[in-house]
């Protein structure tokens, strides 16, 4: 049994921490009967200033979505035009298995979709239980701006992101964090001998 109630909640602090007004999401999701997000008759769609979220929570609707995407392959604006408009997409599936082709093609589209300035990322129920930022085990993970890159990179004499050590997009807290290839993070590590220290990892 899904507790929607739990993955809407995390889903809400997700979408704060990477800047989004989720003002129609809340408003929107009101309004929607729990019993809904279990059926097969459609997907359920919200957004925020920057996102769209698509639940697909039934085998049909998965198949229903990953078959438009398929059609819309070569025309990301096309699929981004009929959803709400946002160039950002989070797809959102039960915990059923996601096959290796499936995922695969999700992560073709996600390098169409931040070809065009957005991203395409997909959550299964169980991956939005909990908020991994906040496992006491879990460091801070800052994900630095475009100028706070190039200043890191000239300051460290860094002449490529590839010669860095890497966070991959599929780690639970890049991808809490909506990490695209070539984002950098700072990583900050606390000891009680050394005190606070600073960790920097490339996203590929």
């Known amino acids: 049994m899904i507790d929607i109630n739990v993955v809407l909640h995390n889903l809400k602090e997700m979408l704060k921490s990477r800047g989004d007004d989720i003002t129609l999401f809340e408003e929107h999701e009101a309004s929607i009967d729990k019993d809904k997000y279990d059926s097969d008759a459609c997907c359920i769609e919200f957004e925020t ?3 769209t979220l ?4 039934t085998k049909k ?14 025309n990301v604006a096309g699929f981004i035009k009929k959803h709400k ?3 950002n997409i989070i797809l959102i599936f039960n915990n059923d298995t996601v096959s290796l082709p ?5 992560n073709k589209y996600d390098k169409l979709f931040q070809k065009n300035g957005g991203m395409l990322q997909y959550f299964q129920v169980k991956q939005l239980m909990f908020n991994p930022t906040k496992h006491e085990i879990v460091p801070p993970h800052i994900k630095l701006t475009e100028n706070e890159i190039a200043e890191f990179m000239k300051k460290y004499m860094i002449r ?3 010669d860095m050590s890497r966070i991959y997009p599929t780690d639970p807290v890049a991808k809490w964090l909506g990490l695209k290839y070539g984002d ?3 990583i900050i590590r606390y000891n009680e001998n050394s005190g606070e220290s600073f960790y920097y990892r490339s996203c590929f």
């Open 102 to 106: 499936t995922i695969s093609q999700l």
């Open 184 to 186: 950098i993070v700072k």
């Open 85 to 87: 408009g946002k160039q």
């Open 49 to 51: 200033s920057h996102t």
């Open 54 to 57: 698509i639940f697909a929570l």
């Open 160 to 162: 490529s992101k590839l």
């Open 61 to 74: 609707t998965r198949k229903n979505i990953i078959d438009e995407l398929k059609d819309d392959d070569t």
